[in-house]
């Protein structure tokens, strides 16, 4: 089992997966994980499509301008959010929760879209009264990829002690 910071440290997005399917009890898991996260008032105002159908892939893929790779996934999960004024923080709560349960299964995936997802509504029977907030294609990674190496601005840049511009040395 991963450590939680071992998690945060190596989570990288992924975006060519393995013709391989990810395990039903895995699939529970990561929507278990999605489900138990904590949300404003306890609303839970969001909804998980399961889709692993590969002609669904394909036009999932195809109608995320930022996603075509959905379409080779074994697997996503399309979250859509009621229209509350914490949903978007709540969800995105949600689906973290789901990445990093996805990773420490050896499963990789990445956050694709953020608007622009209306067709998805059509397509998959989401009432309009919903917004797609995400896809979220999972599957094991096709390429070795370097757990942990990550491109992000020092501590020292971004954490400051008692005020802002006072460096936490």
Known sequence: ??????????????RRYLDRPVPEPVIRKILEAGRLTGSAMNLQPWHFIVIQEGETLRRLGALARSGPYIAQAPLAIVVAVERTGYAVSDASRAIHSMLLTAWSEGIGSNWVGFGGLEKVNALLGIPALLDV???LPFGYPADRIGRGKKNRKPLRAIAHR????????
């Open 162 to 169: 008692e005020r802002y511009g006072q460096p936490l040395e």
């Open 1 to 14: 089992m991963m450590e939680v910071f071992d998690g945060i440290r190596t989570l990288l997005a992924v």
């Open 133 to 135: 907030l995400a896809i």
